[in-house]
């Protein structure tokens, strides 16, 4: 009798998992393009290892070509060639002008409410989530859509729990993601669910993605938040705080420096664009990388105090204690677990 290899996620099927994109006009092209290299990935991953990836298919309605948002025609399959009994997952993208897309895609709803049931895993990417709403599968569930729409999705469907941290969720049998390139998260989640930690690693490394986020990472980065408040005048110096985070003497003269502007006046014009202290942003900036560290490494909580320029585990612990109310070896234990991680506390600049 045949067995899977000792590596072999314990619940590993015997053929490849069927995976379906659906396609509907005016969809965000990128919602499903890069959940669909994420499965391809991670199929040519297992399979390295001898076992059963995906098989992905593009679908819609009617079958053939479909406009994307952005003006890409792709191809598609017709979603009723496929048993829906066979189907393992079902990713739904979102479109730029949602609620009207939902009142055209009509029978696309009634499909998924009529098969959801049947099918392992419902999933939406962005502001997919209206479809599945519509469709009533996150009545009484939490859920998460694109960071810009989270009052619209309240008021259209008020029986579903808008998530306003996290970046996916996973409730029972669905899962949802915040927007556009969170899909990329999103399948990452789905894939380490179903093929083990490793193997979702090893598709992040070959997809060069930063980093395989947690899903209570917030959708819009401290770095991405800074950049968006002070235009281009700081990123050069933000990038070089990141490479240089080990350093525990990143004073405001030492910043200033680099910006070649006296410590008073890059405090002032600093504070001015970004709305936070350099203090205080060096700080979110080690605490951003502590994190990733603690899930994304084995590295010792001391070791990722040095790294990420603390100093010290102590220092570290009371800057986790100031933002996420836990302990960093408390943060690891509870992702360990399964569990979602702390969010990010909005305490306000000193």
């Known amino acids: 009798m045949s067995t899977l290899p000792a590596h072999a996620p314990p619940s590993a099927p015997r053929k490849p998992r069927v995976v379906l994109f659906v396609g509907f006009p005016g969809m965000c092209m990128l919602d499903i393009a890069g959940p669909q290299t994420v499965f391809w990935c991670a199929s040519k991953v297992m399979e390295e290892r001898g076992l059963p990836g995906y098989v992905g298919h593009t679908v819609s309605l009617g079958g053939g070509l479909v406009q994307t948002l952005e003006g890409v025609a792709m191809q598609t399959e017709r979603l009723d060639d496929f048993l829906p009994c066979e189907v393992d997952t079902v990713v739904v993208p979102g479109a730029a002008d949602i609620l009207a897309a939902v009142r055209e895609q009509h029978a696309l709803v009634a499909w998924l409410r009529r098969h959801a049931g049947e099918t392992r895993r419902m999933s939406s990417v962005c502001t997919g989530a209206f479809v599945l709403a519509a ?68 598709v992040a490394r070959e997809l060069v993605v930063f980093v395989k986020r947690p899903s209570r990472q917030p959708q819009l980065s401290r770095m991405l938040q800074a950049q968006a408040g002070d235009g281009p005048l700081f990123d050069e110096l933000h990038m070089w705080i990141l490479a240089h985070l080990e350093q525990t003497n990143l004073s405001v003269e030492v910043l200033a420096a680099q910006m070649r502007m006296s410590p008073r006046n890059f405090s002032r014009v600093y504070k001015d664009k970004t709305g936070q202290t350099p203090a205080r942003a060096v700080e979110r900036f080690r605490l951003e990388a502590a994190c990733r560290l603690l899930e994304d490494s084995e590295r010792h909580v001391d070791q990722i105090a040095l790294l990420c320029g603390f100093g010290d585990e102590g220092h570290m612990r009371k800057t986790f204690q100031r933002h996420l109310h836990t302990s960093p070896s408390a943060y690891r234990q509870r992702l360990a677990a399964g569990g979602l991680a702390p969010a990010f506390s909005a305490a306000p600049a000193p």
């Open 135 to 202: 469709a009533g599968l996150l009545d009484g569930k939490r859920a998460a859509t694109h960071w810009l729409n989270y009052d619209l999705l309240s008021d259209a469907y008020p029986l579903v729990e808008v998530d306003r941290e996290a970046i996916f969720v996973q409730h029972g049998d669905t899962w949802t993601s915040g927007g556009v390139t969170a899909g990329i998260d999103l399948a990452l989640a789905m894939v380490e669910d179903d093929c083990g930690r490793e193997v979702a690693l090893a």
